[in-house]
């Protein structure tokens, strides 16, 4: 097993709600994003970055939903009030007052919600992001690869509390899913496993699939050291 091996426990973690329960939840449909509240050369490279995401789950955007039109949007500001603006945003996120009020309150700069189909499967993200200093000297291709991480999965709360689960590499500065969460997101989307799943024995699944990528990908480093 890989030193990089994330064990059963600690993937259960990973998708534990505040209650204590075991969530998990994958895309049950291509995914088709839109970005509100940046220019369009930001557009591009943070699509860059969230696509280099997606790839692990061995997916791609799509243009539309066919059903929905976009189902995962990005609502970028520099104050929550700005986000009154946003025409029908009352609709998408019921309750969205009381919703500003805590954001403002708590000091909060995002907030990430989503909506599920009839299998559990997600079925869509919406995304509140209020720049502060921290995240406008955030390099846009961190930013990418760092909330389309957070989106990929129904994580629990408190999942990366303690661990993030991207990293910078050395070398080129670029930002990337730490090898042992990338692989984890890999064997979520493994079409033998269910989209949703509430029992914890899920987890032991996820985690024998995760070490496997990972052993498959330690052999081909030994095979090209050769």
Same mark, same amino acid.
């Given at each position: 097993?890989?030193?990089?091996?994330?064990?059963?426990?600690?993937? *259960?973690?990973? /998708?534990?709600?505040?209650? %204590?329960?075991?969530?998990?939840?994958?895309? %049950?449909?291509?995914?088709?994003? #839109?970005?509100? !509240?940046?220019?369009?050369? +930001?557009?591009?490279?943070?699509?860059?970055?969230?696509?280099? #995401?997606? !790839?692990?789950?061995?997916?791609?955007? #799509?243009? +539309?939903?066919?059903?929905?039109?976009?189902?995962?949007?990005?609502? /970028?500001?520099?104050?929550?009030? *700005?986000?009154?603006?946003?025409?029908?945003?009352?609709? &998408?996120?019921?309750?969205?007052?009381?919703?500003?009020?805590?954001?403002?309150?708590? !000091?909060?700069?995002?907030?990430?919600?989503?909506? /599920?189909? *009839?299998?559990?499967?997600?079925?869509?993200?919406? #995304? &509140?992001?209020?720049?502060?200093?921290?995240?406008?000297? +955030?390099?846009?291709? +961190? =930013? %990418?690869? %760092?909330?389309?991480?957070?989106?990929?999965? =129904?994580? !629990?709360?408190?999942? /990366?509390?303690?661990?993030?689960?991207?990293?910078?590499?050395?070398?080129?500065?670029?930002?990337?899913?730490?090898?042992?969460?990338?692989?984890?997101?890999?064997?979520?989307?493994?079409?033998?496993?269910?989209?949703?799943?509430?029992?914890?024995?899920?987890?032991?699944?996820?985690?024998?699939?995760?070490?496997?990528?990972?052993?498959?990908? *330690?052999?081909?480093?030994?095979?090209?050291?050769?």
């Amino acid at each position: 097993m890989s030193d990089d091996t994330l064990p059963a426990d600690r993937i *259960e973690a990973l /998708f534990r709600a505040k209650d %204590g329960t075991y969530r998990f939840s994958r895309w %049950g449909r291509p995914i088709a994003p #839109v970005v509100f !509240g940046v220019d369009d050369e +930001t557009l591009d490279h943070l699509k860059d970055a969230m696509t280099s #995401v997606l !790839g692990i789950a061995d997916m791609a955007f #799509v243009e +539309t939903d066919p059903e929905l039109g976009a189902n995962l949007m990005f609502f /970028f500001c520099q104050d929550w009030d *700005e986000l009154d603006m946003v025409p029908n945003l009352d609709k &998408l996120l019921p309750d969205f007052d009381i919703l500003k009020g805590s954001l403002k309150r708590t !000091g909060a700069t995002q907030y990430r919600t989503f909506s /599920f189909d *009839e299998n559990g499967a997600i079925k869509v993200c919406i #995304v &509140l992001l209020r720049y502060d200093d921290y995240m406008a000297e +955030t390099p846009i291709q +961190t =930013l %990418g690869v %760092g909330q389309m991480t957070q989106c990929i999965l =129904l994580w !629990g709360d408190e999942a /990366f509390d303690e661990d993030s689960p991207i990293a910078i590499v050395p070398g080129n500065g670029m930002c990337i899913v730490k090898p042992a969460y990338a692989a984890v997101i890999r064997a979520a989307y493994d079409p033998a496993l269910p989209p949703s799943a509430t029992d914890r024995s899920h987890a032991i699944r996820l985690a024998a699939r995760a070490g496997k990528l990972l052993e498959g990908l *330690e052999d081909d480093r030994q095979d090209a050291s050769v």
